[in-house]
Every structure is written in structure tokens, then in C-alpha cells.
């Protein structure tokens, strides 16, 4: 059972506009700590998408953004592609916990 | 570019201690924190431990009894020791550059190493 809780799968066709969603509480997101989203592609290293809660890196394209929300956050991806199929993790910090940074058990994003 | 690179043992028997080192190419190594973080098969992401580069170290209170994280500043890198492991530590390991603030996030990753624990 993950700290952070995101649904176990998402799908949309191509040029779509999918919302991933990221739900903590007041001791982690809701307390203000950031969130920061990870794009894994099949068989490779997590990679930064967004940190900060909604600041994309570098090379990242603008389709993706991050918002957040009391103890929520998402990852909005616009114009979808084949290519952004993979799998989505969020991250942040929680106080009240000894783990101190824990992530959301993942979604599985599929275009169709 | 900061590039992480990560070594050891992929195969290892119940109660053996898994070893890995990732080596920090291209960026500070003092001004950050570096993690391990594990993956196992088909599931999320767990975050094992961190250090600094004067050997500060967290752990994830689950596996601290087993675990040490460990330093070599002249040649930045960093280890990860993992004893007595059984089947439930086969896993997906990642090195990651973190910050010392809550706020930071893990950036850059290593390429990761399949550790499998089998009799």
C-alpha cells in the first residue's frame, strides 16, 4: 500500500488529453511539500517530468504539465502520442512518517 | 551532465549480502544527497536510503537493520550493502541524485541492475 495513491491504469487515443491523479495527505502533499512526477518507459530508468509541483525540466515538451491541489496533484498530458505510453510515478516528502520520501504505487498510461 | 553508472552482483543466494556502487560522472558530488531506490518486478518504486558526501546516512526504517549506505568522496561514489537478503529484496535497484531539501527531487537516475535472490 503506497503513502501516495494514483490509479492502477489510464488510457486515451492520440491527441487526447488524459489527467493522472495523485492523492496524499496533510502530512505530505497536503502539507505543502512538493510533488514531482517520473515517466518510466518499458525497460528503463525512471525519469524527471515535472518537480516542483508543476516545473517541467529542460527537454520536457509543454504537453505535459503538473498542477497541485490540497492534498492532490496531477499530471496532465495534452495532444497525446504513442510514445508517452509508460508508466507515471509521483513523489513527495511526508513528515509524519520515518520513510522520508515516499511515491505513488504508479499508473500505466496506454494510448490506444 | 551529471550521469550516474551502477555495478554489482545480479545473482544472489538467500542470505548473502548485496552489494552495488554507483559511480557519479560529471557534476559536484558534495553538494547533494545520493540514493538507492528499488523496484521490484512489476511493482512501484521504494526508497531505500541516502547519503551525503561526509557519510550522513537515512534509511528506510524497513530495512535499516540490513542496510549501509557508504561513501568514497575521492572517487564519487557511492555503495549500497544489503544483508541476509531473501526473495522479497529481488528488486530493480536505482542509484539517484537527490537534494538535502524535502522539496528536491531524484534527478539523475542510474541505469539500474536486476538483483535476483534464488536458491
Known amino acids: 500500500q503506497s503513502v501516495l495513491t494514483q490509479p492502477p491504469s489510464v488510457s486515451g487515443a492520440p491527441g487526447q488529453r488524459v489527467t493522472l491523479s495523485c492523492t496524499g495527505s496533510?502530512?505530505?502533499?497536503?502539507?505543502?511539500?512538493?510533488v514531482h512526477w517520473y515517466q518510466q518507459l518499458p525497460g528503463t530508468a525512471p525519469k524527471l517530468l515535472i518537480y516542483?509541483?508543476?516545473i517541467r525540466p529542460s527537454g520536457v515538451p509543454d504537453r505535459f504539465s503538473g498542477s497541485k491541489s490540497g492534498t492532490s496533484a496531477s499530471l496532465a498530458i495534452t495532444g497525446l502520442q504513442a510514445e508517452d505510453e509508460a508508466d507515471y510515478y509521483c513523489q513527495s516528502y511526508d513528515s509524519g512518517l520515518s520513510v522520508n520520501w515516499v511515491f505513488g504505487g504508479g499508473t500505466k498510461l496506454t494510448v490506444l | 551532465q551529471v550521469q550516474l553508472q551502477q555495478w554489482g552482483a545480479g545473482l544472489l543466494k538467500p542470505s548473502e549480502t548485496l552489494s552495488l556502487t554507483c559511480a557519479v560522472y560529471?557534476?559536484?558530488?558534495?553538494?547533494?544527497?545520493w540514493n538507492w531506490i528499488r523496484q521490484p518486478p512489476g511493482k512501484g518504486l521504494e526508497w531505500i536510503g541516502e547519503?551525503?558526501?561526509?557519510?550522513?546516512?537515512n534509511y528506510n526504517p524497513s530495512l535499516k537493520s540490513r542496510v549501509t549506505i557508504s561513501v568514497d568522496t575521492s572517487k564519487d561514489l557511492f555503495s549500497l550493502k544489503l544483508s541476509s537478503v531473501t526473495a522479497a529484496d529481488t528488486a530493480v535497484y536505482y542509484c539517484?541524485?537527490?537534494?538535502?531539501?524535502?522539496?528536491?527531487?531524484?534527478?539523475?537516475w542510474g541505469q539500474g541492475i536486476l538483483v535476483t535472490v534464488s536458491s
Open positions: 539517484a541524485r537527490g537534494g538535502e531539501r524535502a522539496s528536491d527531487p531524484f534527478d539523475p
Open positions: 496533510s502530512s505530505n502533499i497536503g502539507a505543502g511539500y512538493d
Open positions: 516542483g509541483n508543476s
Open positions: 547519503t551525503s558526501h561526509i557519510g550522513n546516512t
Open positions: 560529471g557534476g559536484s558530488f558534495s553538494d547533494y544527497y
